[in-house]
């Protein structure tokens, strides 16, 4: 990113660390475009709470909104896989960042609780550490 020439000036550490520390702040932020009844929406991957799968029809839940579109939930775990989520149940992808704790055969994402389905609790929990080793 840069660097800095002995003898160091005070001065000038403070501005490259002060640069450091907003380019870490900066998250890049990726959009999925869903289409709905109403119409396209874009929507930012990190707002998903979860998907839930509802007779052939995927609901995107949102802090704000839930967005519901057509589509298969295998083809949408495939196109979020790397980006956070991980497939708990037949009918569930969470957001691995939005994941507020888990109890017993349970994740609690803002309130809602989502079971994990006893084939992917082993999975999950080896993703949520290597998540959390990330961070």
Sequence with gaps: ?????????????????????ARL???????ISLRTKAG???VALSD??????????????TPQDKYISRGRISDCEEALKSYGFYRVHKGYIVNMRRVDR?????????????I???????????EMLRYIGDI
């Excluded at 702040?25 to 959009?31: L, S, T």
């Excluded at 998903?48 to 839940?61: D, F, G, N």
């Excluded at 888990?102 to 989502?114: A, R, V, Y």
């Excluded at 994990?116 to 080896?126: A, L």
Aim: proline share 1%; glycine share 6%; net charge positive.
């Design 116 to 126: 994990i389905s006893r084939e992917k609790k082993k999975g999950f929990m080896q």
């Design 25 to 31: 702040g900066q998250e890049e932020k990726h959009y």
């Design 48 to 61: 998903i709470l979860y998907v839930e799968s509802q007779k052939h029809q995927l609901c995107y839940v």
């Design 102 to 114: 888990i109890e017993g055969d349970c994740c609690h994402i803002q309130g809602e609780s989502i």
């Design 1 to 21: 990113m840069d660097y800095i020439l002995k003898p160091v000036d005070y001065f000038m550490l403070s501005q490259r660390l002060n640069k450091a520390v």
């Design 40 to 42: 396209i929406c874009k």
